[in-house]
T-cell receptor
Framework: EDQVTQSPEALRLQEGESSSLNCSYT??????LFWYRQDPGKGPEFLFT???AGEEKEKERLKATLTKKESFLHITAPKPEDSATYLC????????????FGTGTRLTIIP | KAGVTQTPRYLIKTRGQQVTLSCSPI?????VSWYQQTPGQGLQFLFE???????NKGNFPGRFSGRQFSNSRSEMNVSTLELGDSALYLC???????????????FGEGSRLTVL
């Protein structure tokens, strides 16, 4: 069974204090790993797709990286508007149309 | 371009009742997925439809069912509601250009169901 574990569950940072969120996964053949952002009362919003180990993607203050067992979401010099829950998900095996999500990391950036 | 629209946004039901939730995907998107989100379990996959066919189903009891119409709009139904069915039900659409490749999902804001 595919599994995704995210850590930490919650993270509080001062504005400008860089850090990383972790996503560990076990899947029977990785098709893609996805990062989403979810604000309170909203549906998740897509951020990145990573397909193979060594791949990196960047968007503003966020950078996602992928190894064979885990992914990291690095946040550099965060701002209060980066506060949200960050979700990691995997799609396994060609032809399987579901995503398996982790429970997320709730990130709070303090001004 | 309009996003994914889910109705109703909030609803309260009692145990034993049934509920139908509706989802209108982004225009041109043919794949619609449903997820249940609870604080303890996170997002859990319910089912996915493409061209009116259910391609995958998650590990939920038969009380949970869905369908997709020819215009790609989708509905999900939960019969004989239980207290544990209280959750945020999220619908997501995808253009699905390649078979089996979900890729980027566009989520609606969800329907929050409370079962009393």
């Amino acid at each position: 069974e595919d599994q995704v574990t995210q850590s930490p569950e919650a993270l509080r940072l001062q504005e400008g204090e860089s850090s990383s969120l972790n996503c560990s996964y076990t899947v029977s053949g990785l098709r893609g790993l996805f990062w989403y952002r979810q604000d309170p009362g909203k549906g998740p919003e897509f951020l990145f797709t990573l397909y193979s180990a060594g791949e990196e993607k960047e968007k503003e203050r966020l950078k996602a990286t992928l190894t064979k067992k885990e992914s990291f979401l690095h946040i550099t010099a965060p701002k209060p508007e980066d506060s949200a829950t960050y979700l990691c998900a995997v799609q396994a095996n060609f032809g399987n149309e579901k995503l398996t999500f982790g429970t997320g990391t709730r990130l709070t950036i303090i001004p | 371009k309009a996003g994914v629209t889910q109705t109703p946004r909030y609803l309260i039901k009692t145990r034993g009742q049934q509920v139908t939730l509706s989802c209108s995907p982004i225009s041109g998107h043919r794949s619609v997925s449903w997820y249940q989100q609870t604080p303890g379990q996170g997002l859990q996959f319910l089912f996915e439809y493409f061209s009116e066919t259910q391609r995958n189903k998650g590990n939920f009891p038969g009380r949970f069912s869905g369908r997709q119409f020819s215009n790609s709009r989708s509905e999900m139904n939960v019969s004989t509601l239980e207290l544990g069915d209280s959750a945020l039900y999220l619908c997501a659409s995808s253009p699905n250009p390649l078979a089996g490749m979900i890729g980027e999902l566009f989520f609606g804001e969800g329907s929050r169901l409370t079962v009393l």
